[in-house]
């Protein structure tokens, strides 16, 4: 019931109620002022008082309501801020890592009739739902949709499986559920700013990094091109590293696309996963579903017949938020992704002193 009421008046709604009254405020002020200031009946006047103060206020506003004290004060009423003297329960981790690596974006977790969720740009409350991320119309349909990959991410290399019959097994019973999944697309689409390629062109922009050129989202850019001094820097003293970047042919990020034998939106589609496509692999191996076609033991290959970034590179992009999917079990070994949420989810899993302190800060 709260947050019904609450969805009804931070949505678009609210907009529509400001408008009035700001245009009823507007008038009434036109008004007094002329009758104040002015003798004789000039439209013209009272017009340009009229449109002062509907501008002023629109500007007012849209700051006031731009600021994250706007979602903070909304949370403070109507929920429970996370009380972290407890036990760490089932998501708070995640979501709170979620505001960490957006804290701009995504408000600080918090339980709204008990169920634990944040805010996307003060006002879109997403329920974590056992990590599906739904909007609450998603919210009696939960259980189609299927959870986002809060993959465990070590910092070291994750040792490889071995290569016998269990490990088969599970792995096709992996692949045959990831075939099934569907991932509710609102929280992305929200986060990123658009649900299809045509919206999604507009966040798009050109940069320039390893000495190629793709296309990013505005909101990797930045991060991209601190990445690529710090490759460019090394490259200047480290011959392996001046190896590697010189044999990456194509940087290949932005494309509206699914990942691979599923139905799920690719972070390619959202301009923030970028492909190192080298000139040659030398017969080594990149991507699982191609290792997949010669070899049903594909998850067993050592890191030895894998195509590998240098580990000093690798760990320049995780400085910078973004996860390599060479440490992936389905491995794409070319492909990094902006994910500093899971960066963040697994520095504070290996840190409970960490994360109890970051929690209780909030
Ligand atoms: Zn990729």
Known sequence: MVLSILNFFT??????????LIVFFAIILSIILFKLFCHKNNIFVILCIFSFI???????????????????????????????NNDIKSGEAETLS???????????????????????????????????????????????????????YPEELPSILEKNDANYKNIQAIYGKRKLNVRDNTFLDMLY???????????????????????????VV?????????????ASTNAH????????????????????????RSYHSYGVAFDLLPETTRGKQVYWDWSRVNNKHWYSIP???????????????????????????????????YRPEIIIYNRLMSDEVLLKKLIKLI
């Open 222 to 234: 930045e991060k991209l091109k601190i990445v690529d001094k710090e490759v460019t820097d090394l």
């Open 98 to 152: 979620f505001h960490l690596a957006y804290s701009d974006r995504i408000s600080e977790p918090s339980y709204i009739d008990g169920e634990l969720g944040f805010y996307v740009d003060a006002t879109n409350w997403f329920y974590w739902a056992d990590g599906r991320l739904l909007p609450e119309s998603k919210m009696k349909e939960k259980d189609r949709f299927s959870e986002f990959h809060f993959t465990l």
């Open 193 to 219: 700013g658009g649900n299809n390629r045509v919206s999604m062109d507009l966040n798009m922009s050109k940069v320039s990094a390893l000495g190629l050129r793709t296309i990013a989202h505005s909101m």
């Open 11 to 20: 949505n678009l709604p609210i907009f529509l109620v400001l408008a009035v």
């Open 241 to 264: 590293v001046r190896d590697f970047v010189s044999s990456i042919q194509m940087l290949s990020g932005y494309a509206w696309r699914n990942i691979s034998k599923s139905s799920i």
């Open 303 to 337: 890191y030895s017949k894998r195509w590998m970034p240098p580990d000093e590179l690798i760990k320049i992009f995780e400085s910078h938020g973004f996860v390599w999917g060479g440490k992936w079990q389905f491995f794409d070994t070319m492909h990094f992704e």
């Open 54 to 84: 509907v501008t002023v206020s629109v500007i007012v506003s849209l700051l006031y309501f731009n600021n994250t004290v706007y979602a903070k004060s909304i949370i403070n009423i109507t929920s429970e801020i996370i009380n972290f």
